[in-house]
């Protein structure tokens, strides 16, 4: 029996949302837009005329519409428990922004509220439904390279204040918001890319080791920030079966996204986690002197790409989406139709939250351990031609 396209809305019509919009009619068949909000008119008003988008007046008439059945959370993360609430309260499921609440407590209680109204929560990112972490993960599952222990998720975004990201303009004409981004910081925004595909492929996590700390306080905003968040993280998660996880991000470090699963038998590299179209790379240890040379020196020609699952969905092109972010919404969508269990449900979404929480704040969890020995600086050698 075919199923109706379900009422989405979106509320929040900032930089992101444009992306998600673009993707949209990727999926006619599962969902159809009723309408926008943004509580700032202007953008609303750009926002909806780009689109061709029906405007609602106001959050309380979006939630008064009985064609919208899913609210789409797309503000910034400090509203967003706020708006989740709301549309709860309002009879809606939700499929929300990462990350669900500001902390794990938060992520609970808007779980709880949805468990107790019956309806469906669910929470970005998707990218684990994505054709190259399926990939690599079709690859993990049918044993390419033996078992698992190790892997090393990189979310280093580049030095972004260094980058004109006043030039960062979405197709409606929202600006990168920069200030957020820098006080919610880069490991919110960011970790549950990683950890989406990790707990996708090895369960939940079960402990983790973190450290986070704030390199450059100053972004070159104006004024400058008020409550910079950390700009690097790093910390180890440990999985089910003696699996661990290394995950760091920054916005300080050089860009680099790579995803490196690591078996006793080979390793599966996908180089870029936000790319539904990413190469997924296997490569085996080389035993030989020539080939460990090989894989130091020119890793590119050290592996062999692996066939995609299925060819990327997303039509590629410069200033397109890489990745298609209405994914998880038309699995929610169609999670509640056939009244099935969501992949992306409140459950993972809190977990995910918490992980984050972890990775960002780790002072908040346990302290870290006081290195108690020392030692004397030691003096550079000075070269007569070098610095
Ligand atoms: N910026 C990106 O590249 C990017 C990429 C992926 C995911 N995200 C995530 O998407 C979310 C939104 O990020 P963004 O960059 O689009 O932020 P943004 O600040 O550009 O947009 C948020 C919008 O929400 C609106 N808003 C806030 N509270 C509201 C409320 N109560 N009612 C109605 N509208 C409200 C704001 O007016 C704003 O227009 C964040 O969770 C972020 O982590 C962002």
Known sequence: ?????????IVGCGYVADSYRYCLKLHGDTLRLTGVYDRDAERLKAFAGYWKDQPYASLDALLADPACQIVLNLTDPHNHAAVTRAA????????????????????????????????????????????????AWAA????????????YAELDDGMV????????????????????????GCTYEHAGYALGALVAMFGPVRRVSAYSSLLIADKKT????????????????????????????????PYDHRFRIVGEDGVIEISEIWD??????????????????????????SGRRLKPVRPPLLKRGP??????????????????????????????????????????????FAHPAVVASTCKPIEPEIWATGQ
């Open 276 to 301: 539904y179209g990413s190469s997924v790379v296997l490569r085996r240890a080389s035993t030989g002197r020539l080939g460990r040379l090989i894989e130091r020196r020119w890793p590119q020609f």
């Open 161 to 184: 204040h260094r980058a004109n990201y006043a030039s960062w303009i979405s197709r409606s004409g929202r600006a990168w918001p920069a200030r957020g981004e820098f006080e919610t």
């Open 88 to 135: 709860l309260a309002g009879g809606k499921h939700v499929y929300s922004e990462k990350p669900l609440g500001l902390s794990a407590q938060e992520a609970q209680e808007l779980a709880g509220l949805a468990d107790k109204a019956g309806l469906r929560l669910a929470g970005a990112p998707c990218n684990f439904l994505g054709e190259s972490v399926q990939t």
């Open 222 to 253: 104006n004024p400058p920030l008020s409550n910079p968040a950390p700009d690097f993280s790093s910390g180890c998660l440990e999985f089910d079966g003696g699996i661990v996880a290394r995950v760091t991000n920054s916005i300080v470090a």
């Open 319 to 364: 200033g397109l989406p890489t990745m298609d972010f209405m994914r998880g919404v038309a699995e929610l969508a169609a999670a509640i139709s056939q009244r099935r269990a969501c992949k992306l449900d409140a459950e993972l979404a809190m977990h995910i939250t918490e992980v984050t929480e972890m990775l960002q704040h780790p002072d908040r």
């Open 140 to 151: 993990v599952r049918a044993g390419v390279i033996g078992r698992v222990r190790l892997v």
């Open 1 to 9: 029996m075919t199923q109706e396209p379900m009422g989405i809305a």
